[in-house]
């Protein structure tokens, strides 16, 4: 995305008859970009300016909530909802900010208050309700809200495959694979999808059929961790000595701060049994 040439732009803009407004919409525009720096300096111009409105509030805490400010976030959905207690999509978003810190109950009030509010977020608060619910291991609960969400939407892959996860979770394995089919026709690029595809096969001993969805899914996103390390542990557990290493090291070199330790040390602990065997 082509990014604003100067930040001077918001300011300009907050110098016209409506400066916190025009901050706003600069903010939304920076953001629409993938600026999300510039577009909280906008968002903070704009609440300094109308510190009583909740929509500057709103949109920075959408702003700090992509950087991964999570706490940052929450302070200004919480700011936002006191000043505006009936915005929907605020609760929607505080909700989801609660489920990325792990607040799973607190995440499901937020989404039932934004359901009792009846507007046009009922599907994402379906969707994001039952992904807590699943986290929790409520599976029942999980899968009750992404058929709702799926019956107000049945064009959105991302519910497929999360419906998709709580069937392979309750070891409903042709459900699971036909939920990810669904996903990967309505986005054939889907790398998440080719990925737990791969799972239930792997799981189900089909080996081959896993690993084509796994190479599937790293020719979308050679980056894509999850799917590195299970193809690592397929290569291992199929006897790949050669090959599995290698494939250790790869995702030991892509997996994030977010990539559970046991598997990095796993990961670390296979090379070197592996490494040892091949030298005796």
């Not at 495959?161 to 309750?170: A, F, I, Q, W």
């Not at 390390?229 to 557990?237: Q, R, S």
Request: aromatic share 12%.
């Amino acid at each position: 995305m082509v990014l604003p040439l100067v930040l001077a732009a918001c300011l300009l803009a907050c110098e016209s008859h409506d400066q916190a407004a025009d901050c706003v919409n600069q903010g939304m525009a920076q953001a629409q970009k993938g600026d999300w720096q510039k577009a909280i300096t906008s968002f903070t111009r704009a609440v300094e300016l109308k510190p009583k409105n909740a929509i500057p509030y709103y949109n920075r805490g959408l702003a700090y909530q992509h950087t991964g400010d999570l706490a940052r976030a929450m302070a200004d959905f919480n700011r936002s909802l006191e000043l505006d207690p009936k915005n929907a999509e605020g609760y929607l978003y505080r909700g989801l900010a609660f489920e990325g810190k792990g607040e799973l109950n607190r995440a499901i009030d937020d989404f039932n208050r934004a359901l009792e509010l009846k507007t046009e977020y009922q599907e994402a608060a379906y969707h994001g309700r039952g992904v807590a619910y699943a986290k929790k291991m409520d599976l029942d609960r999980a899968l009750a809200d992404f058929n709702r969400a799926l019956d107000l939407n049945p064009k959105n892959p991302e519910t497929y495959v999360c419906r998709g996860t709580v069937y392979l979770k309750k070891a409903d394995f042709d459900r699971a694979i036909s939920d990810y089919n669904q996903a990967l026709k309505l986005n054939p690029k889907y790398p998440l999808a080719y990925k737990s595809r791969g799972l239930v096969y792997y799981q189900q001993g089909d080996w081959d059929r896993a690993f084509a969805d796994l190479n599937r899914a790293l020719e979308i996103d050679p980056k894509y961790w999850e799917a590195l390390y299970l193809k690592a542990d397929l290569l291992d557990k199929a006897g790949k000595t050669k090959e599995a290493p290698a494939a250790y090291r790869t995702f030991l070199r892509f997996a994030p701060p977010a990539a559970r330790d046991y598997y990095i040390q796993r990961a670390r602990e296979r090379i070197k049994t592996l490494e040892n065997q091949a030298g005796n």
